[in-house]
């Protein structure tokens, strides 16, 4: 009888509807002309800014008129990013430098050739970041997943601070996670010991690092006109679960077909926390639940 009753068309329908309901509101809009704040005359790094969130936030500041800087690992997807900013925006001023985060020697090359290239920094955006990396030691002794989600960007980060505070007002805004409350500290993790290497455990780990050094940035930088925050920005399709086996893969694009946001719509939400407004810590996207929010 109850079989019966969930099988009517009706019920069908119903179900349809609502699917497509969920659908509609997740996606929220991107209106890029709705932020009438300009960034020209602004230099602005994003790194991981060939895909996903990264280069929605670049395409973002782009559209607004800054100068952009692309930190990428891969030559191919930095080029083919760099390429389609410059044509969708008319902004020739986007401009790609090649950086492997997990390696620290690469890191400091790269703020080697900002320092001597860029009279100004006024926006770094910390995107970049891996989950579900098999483990792996790098030549700097260090766990591949921690040294790219935090002791990279970390140490870029402080390699570049000095060019931020001469061109103050600037921010900081490095991408974290909700999910940084299931996090540790242990710093025997940064060598990949004590660590289990299931699902994103290891991830979760290094974005609760993330928003313990914003937080400290934050305090150490009052008073020199650079801000720093972390941003949780929600459940959000991209290319992130990469590294997860084929099956996870397609139950998370499923269930976020209907529940979870594209990239797409984030730079509404998390690029007024990354500079439209230097001198406000803005929560992103409103409500800050269904959205994102400012750690």
């Given amino acids: 009888m109850l079989w ?11 179900t349809a509807l609502l699917a497509a309901a969920m659908r509609l509101q997740r996606r929220g809009p991107w209106l890029p002309g709705a932020c009438t704040v300009r960034l020209a005359g602004k230099t602005a790094l994003v790194t991981g800014a060939n895909t ?9 500041f782009a559209r607004r008129g800054a100068r952009v800087i692309l930190a990428c690992r891969s030559e191919a997807r930095g080029s083919a990013a760099l390429k389609e900013i410059r044509d969708k925006t008319g902004n020739a001023d986007i401009h790609l430098r090649l950086v492997d985060l997990s390696s620290l020697d690469s890191v ?5 050739r900002i320092l001597a290239e860029e009279k100004h920094l006024h926006i770094l955006v910390n995107n ?10 790098t030549k700097d002794g260090l766990e591949v997943s921690f040294v790219t989600n935090h002791l990279g960007p970390f140490l870029l980060t ?5 060019l931020m505070k001469r061109s103050a007002p600037a921010r900081i805004v490095t991408l ?9 500290v242990d710093f025997s993790h940064f060598r ?20 313990i050094c914003t937080k ?16 949780h920005p929600g459940v959000v399709m991209t290319d992130v679960l990469r590294h997860y086996s084929l099956p996870l893969r397609f139950i998370f694009k499923l269930v976020g077909f209907f529940f979870f946001k594209e990239s797409s719509v984030l730079p509404s939400q998390v690029c007024r926390a990354g500079g439209s407004q230097p001198d406000l810590l803005l929560r992103v996207g409103g409500d800050g639940r269904s959205h994102g929010e400012v750690l």
């Avoid at 974290?176 to 540790?184: C, E, F, L, P």
């Avoid at 010991?193 to 974005?207: F, Q, V």
Wanted: glycine residues 10%; contains cysteine; charged residues 20%.
């Fill in 108 to 112: 400091r090359a790269f703020a080697k």
């Fill in 192 to 211: 990949g010991e004590n660590l289990t290497h299931h699902m994103d455990n290891i991830y979760n780990h290094t974005k609760l690092h993330n928003v």
């Fill in 216 to 231: 400290e940035f934050a305090r150490r930088l009052e008073g020199t006109g650079v801000t720093a925050n972390s941003v």
């Fill in 128 to 137: 970049a970041g891996v989950s579900g990396l098999p483990k792996q030691i």
């Fill in 158 to 162: 402080n390699l570049l601070l000095d």
């Fill in 4 to 14: 019966s009753a969930l099988s009517h068309p009706l019920w069908a329908a119903l």
């Fill in 176 to 184: 974290a996670s909700v999910n940084h409350k299931k996090g540790q």
């Fill in 52 to 60: 996903g969130i990264g280069k929605c936030i670049a395409l973002d």
